[in-house]
């Protein structure tokens, strides 16, 4: 699978948006991008996920670039339920198939 | 929807011992994935089955590990003997095979501490 990288820690204030990015530039063409996040002392959980075009569903969107060497999970207004770490993970048959391999992701700090 | 249901949630044992951790995925998944997690490295898939068939154990540590599902709604880890390194988080996450891009859907996890 090709190779993601994200910055190890962010920190935002709550209420505000929030733009975690990964840079994939060995992506191929039919490489889908996956995002989940880690709450404290849970197993991770799906966030959301994208082929080409930008993406938005209850919990977050996802924009990437036209070139799809990178991409930006964009949560619009953080709360402190929204302090995880997060992982940006490309998948070459597809997660639900073949499992996915999870980085070290963004450890995201909300602050009040 | 009762989510991914793993058993025990804690596990506190001595070196040498049998170490076995189940796994109940959600009704109608026909993929489970099992992970482990430590701080040094991380999230590992260690083996997954598709249809209740092991397809991928490239990640399986060692010959002390071993997988198993006998049906679709229960799968178990097992380690023997167990040592104080096997000390981790293990997760087991299902999901429905459903063209490239499924979601998985993970439990709560076994913690597991070898003495």
């Known amino acids: 699978d090709a190779k993601t990288t994200q910055p190890n820690s962010m920190e935002s204030n709550e209420e505000e948006p929030v733009h975690l990015p990964c840079n994939h530039s060995?992506?191929?063409?039919?490489?889908?991008i996956h995002w989940y996040r880690q709450l404290p002392s849970q197993g991770p959980e799906y966030v959301i996920h994208?082929?080409?075009s930008n993406v938005n569903n209850r919990m977050a969107s996802l924009a990437i670039a036209e070139d799809r060497k990178s991409s930006t999970l964009i949560l619009h207004r953080a709360t402190l339920r929204d302090a995880a770490v997060y992982y940006c993970i490309l998948s070459r048959a597809g997660g639900g198939a073949d499992g996915l391999t999870f980085g070290k992701g963004t450890h995201l700090i909300i602050q009040p | 929807d009762a989510g991914v249901i793993q058993s025990p949630r804690h596990e506190v044992t001595e070196m040498g011992q049998e170490v076995t951790l189940r796994c109940k995925p959600i009704s109608g998944h026909n993929s489970l994935f099992w992970y482990r997690q430590t701080m040094m490295r991380g999230l590992e898939l260690l083996i997954y089955f598709n249809n209740n068939v092991p397809i991928d154990d490239s990640g399986m540590p060692e010959d002390r590990f071993s997988a198993k599902m006998p049906n679709a709604s229960f799968s178990t880890l097992k380690i023997q003997p167990s040592e104080p390194r096997d000390s981790a988080v293990y997760f087991c996450a299902s999901s429905f095979r459903q063209g490239r891009a499924g979601e998985l859907f993970f439990g709560e996890g076994s913690r597991l501490t070898v003495l």
């Open positions: 994208g082929l080409t």
């Open positions: 060995t992506i191929s063409g039919t490489d889908y």
